[in-house]
């Protein structure tokens, strides 16, 4: 392939060299570089890899593509860009021939519940016998393959090669999960998409390494509406106005508490042996009455999302119905274990938001005593873990603390964190800093009628202490302290 057909959609000026070179990859790793691969230099928090020209040059790398002007032999090709992230994604689409483009693709954003809509939407695809690749917090799914993702939407070239993968294996659809940092480090730059959905937004993702302030959140969240045809957005939002305000997209809504296209009316809460979950009404562009296999109030706006979005594909309420009440996440609202004497379910919450939401939720389903084990991330806001204390002492009738990806912090002091705020509230709670043991106690003292939540890590199969990354899955702790004690 030469260069000049990877370069039709994208800005830059050309320093020196030719655009007929020949090429066949992108690379942004120094180390991955060869004869024939295009080497985008970007200035990272931590590296600059305008640094390591003299080595991919080395390699064999013959294009260059650069922030800034750069000295090199006059037989390399040197295109400068404005942004090496934004030329990074173009390039990668057009490396892969831009495969997003040969499928529908509907992009979920929102700061609670993307995983859980994204899943939503799968499972009725697939129930109407549509081949349905996606990418999110809990990985890329391609058929029956899965990758583990770094991050919620991971960087662009790998993204493009997914979408590529999910092309050679016949997917008419692409589902994924769009966070504020993709946009904001140019992973989802020059893909459009058919559909998507604003789900929420609140003050979360505010800090280091993070976002500047809730005004920066509320642009890099609202650029997907920039970059759709059709969105479908929270309308009982309090910042919807903001949401909607010079979106390039067709809107429409859904609601609870608004006229809208799609709204949910006489919500009921189903608490049953083999059953907890939620029936409601869908009225407006979409009659029909819906079961979904997941509590939670929030989740009856994910399956409004999710049912309006695939209505607006043409797929039949049926599909819809039967995928609903039978799907489920991982991590996300879990069921793990239930029985007569108690229900626990794990779920991701890992902030004040979704942890207010999910156990105000769980109070609707009238538990005896609403147990809830917890911990903080290390290396984070110190706001979230007063909040969260608050939260448990509460809505909870016994939290119990213990850890979570601790990272480079002492257990102890995130854990003191948690009882200044438990100690705002005449809460009961106690203190289990191993959180294996936390979850054991939990069961081993369970009292009929319990709901007990295990929340924080949700669908993460590890625990990451002073930089490494431990095996430890919930879900797998859980199944194991039922067996240890004959449940």
């Not at 929270?234 to 809107?251: S, V």
């Not at 800093?433 to 295990?454: F, N, V, W």
Request: glycine share 8%; aromatic share 8%; net charge negative.
């Amino acid at each position: 392939m030469k260069l000049r057909e990877w370069l039709k959609e994208m800005e830059y000026e050309l320093l020196q060299g030719n655009l007929d070179e020949e090429v066949d990859d992108v690379v942004y790793d120094s180390r991955k570089a060869a004869a024939g691969s295009v080497f985008v230099c970007m200035r990272g928090a931590n590296v600059d890899s305008h640094k390591f020209i003299p080595d991919v040059i080395q390699k064999g790398a013959k294009v260059l593509v650069t922030e800034e002007a750069v000295t090199v032999p006059e037989e390399i090709t040197v295109l400068r860009v404005g942004n090496g992230r934004n030329a990074l994604s173009l390039l990668s689409a057009a490396r892969f021939g831009y495969p997003a483009r040969k499928m529908t693709t509907i992009g979920v954003t929102g700061t609670k519940g993307k995983t859980t809509t994204t899943y939503m939407i799968k499972a009725i695809l697939e129930a109407a016998g549509e081949k349905t690749g996606l990418i999110g917090t809990n990985g890329a799914i391609i058929g029956s393959d899965h990758f583990p993702t770094m991050n919620t939407t991971p960087e662009s070239y790998i993204l493009q090669e997914y979408f590529a993968k999910m092309v050679e294996q016949g997917c008419r659809y692409m589902v994924m999960e769009v966070s504020s940092q993709s946009y904001l480090m140019h992973r989802v730059d020059g893909i459009f998409f058919d559909y998507s959905i604003f789900l929420n937004i609140s003050n979360d993702h505010i800090g280091p390494n993070e976002h500047a302030s809730f005004e920066e959140y509320l642009y890099y969240k609202k650029l997907l509406l920039q970059n759709s045809r059709v969105c479908l957005v929270n309308r009982d939002d309090g910042h919807y106005r903001e949401i909607i305000e010079g979106a390039k997209a067709e809107i429409k809504t859904f609601s609870m508490e608004h006229s809208a296209d799609f709204r949910a009316a006489d919500v009921k809460y189903i608490r049953e042996h083999d059953f907890v979950g939620l029936d409601f009404k869908m009225e407006g562009d979409y009659e029909s009455r819906l079961r979904v296999n997941v509590p939670g109030l929030f989740n009856v706006y994910n399956a409004m999302a999710a049912a309006g979005v695939c209505s607006c594909l043409g797929l039949s309420k049926e599909r819809v119905a039967h995928a609903l009440e039978h799907m489920q996440v991982d991590g996300r609202m879990e069921i793990v274990y239930k029985s007569a004497k108690c229900t626990v379910i794990v779920d991701y919450a890992h902030n004040a938001v979704s942890m207010e939401s999910l156990l105000m939720t769980l109070r609707d389903y009238k538990p005896k005593r609403l147990v809830v084990v917890f911990g903080c991330g290390g290396n984070r806001a110190r706001d979230r873990r007063y909040s969260m204390g608050e939260i448990g002492g509460k809505l909870a009738d016994l939290s119990i603390i213990t850890a979570d990806n601790s990272r480079f912090e002492k257990t102890s002091d995130i854990l003191a964190d948690i009882k200044t705020g438990l100690s705002r509230t005449e809460g009961k709670f106690i203190e289990i800093p191993d959180r294996r043991e936390a979850i054991e106690y939990s069961l081993s003292h369970a009292q009929e009628g319990d709901i007990i939540a295990i929340i924080g890590k949700g669908h993460e199969d590890y625990q990451e202490i002073e930089g490494v990354r431990h095996p430890f899955l919930d879900r797998t702790v859980v199944q194991e302290a039922v067996q240890k004690l004959g449940m």
